[in-house]
């Protein structure tokens, strides 16, 4: 079955300090994988995909960053964290193809920035 | 045109009520409308999904019921438990798009 992980669970970081998020999807091959930011008592808002490694899309711009070092594993990162940048943040995967119906989502990592 | 719009952002129902949170859309070429249930502090996870070509999908308490002439969908949570307080969410999704298009949320707490 597919699992998928992230770490950290929380983070408490200072503005202007970096950040590394990590995301890894086991059980399954190609997966396109999804980073989104959940503010607190708000919806979801998509921030990038991949359809492969080295492949990403941006939808919002923001001092944020992804790579797809691997097919299983996803980053997101930043060079200096912003109070804005507080948040939950979900990593997700879905099957590959055109078709990616079902989005699976890990545990989320809650970032706090002072 | 991208927008799914859900409503109530909250919701109370007494236990054994029906629970009922409403979306709607705008693009047609959408033709996989998902609802996804939250826990608080936890990641969403997919309740129940619907396409197009059916009006309505039942899998135990949870209905979703879809007017496409209306461009509309909803869920029904009959017999509503105290452990379906969570916040759930519509989405929708064009097949040759990528991008999950979701609704704002609704909180739904049920009393005991």
């Known amino acids: 079955s597919q699992t998928i992980h992230q770490w950290p669970a929380t983070l408490v970081q200072p503005v202007g300090s970096p950040l590394s998020l990590e995301c890894t999807v086991e059980g399954t091959s190609n997966p396109n994988l999804y980073w989104y930011r959940q503010a607190a008592g708000r919806g979801l808002q998509l921030l990038f995909y991949?359809?492969?490694?080295?492949?990403i899309s941006s939808e919002v711009p923001q001092n944020l960053s992804a790579s797809r070092p691997q097919d299983r594993q996803f980053i997101l990162s930043s060079k200096k964290l912003l109070l804005s940048d507080s948040g939950f943040y979900l990593c997700?995967?879905?099957?590959?193809?055109?078709?990616?119906?079902?989005?699976?989502f890990g545990p989320g990592t809650r970032l706090t920035v002072l | 045109q991208q927008q799914v719009k859900q409503s109530p952002q909250s919701l109370i129902v007494q236990k054994g009520g029906i629970s009922i949170i409403n979306c709607a859309y705008e693009n047609t070429a959408f033709d996989y409308f998902p609802w996804y249930q939250q826990f608080p502090g936890k990641g969403p996870a997919l309740l129940i999904a619907i396409r197009p070509d059916v009006s309505e999908k039942k899998e135990g308490r949870f209905t979703i019921s879809f007017n496409k002439s209306a461009k509309q969908f909803s869920l029904h949570i009959m017999d509503s438990q105290p452990g379906d307080s969570a916040t759930y969410f519509c989405a929708a999704l064009e097949s040759s798009n990528y991008q999950l298009i979701w609704g704002a949320g609704t909180k739904l707490i049920i009393k005991p």
């Open positions: 997700a995967w879905s099957p590959m193809g055109l078709s990616t119906d079902t989005q699976y």
């Open positions: 991949s359809v492969g490694i080295g492949q």
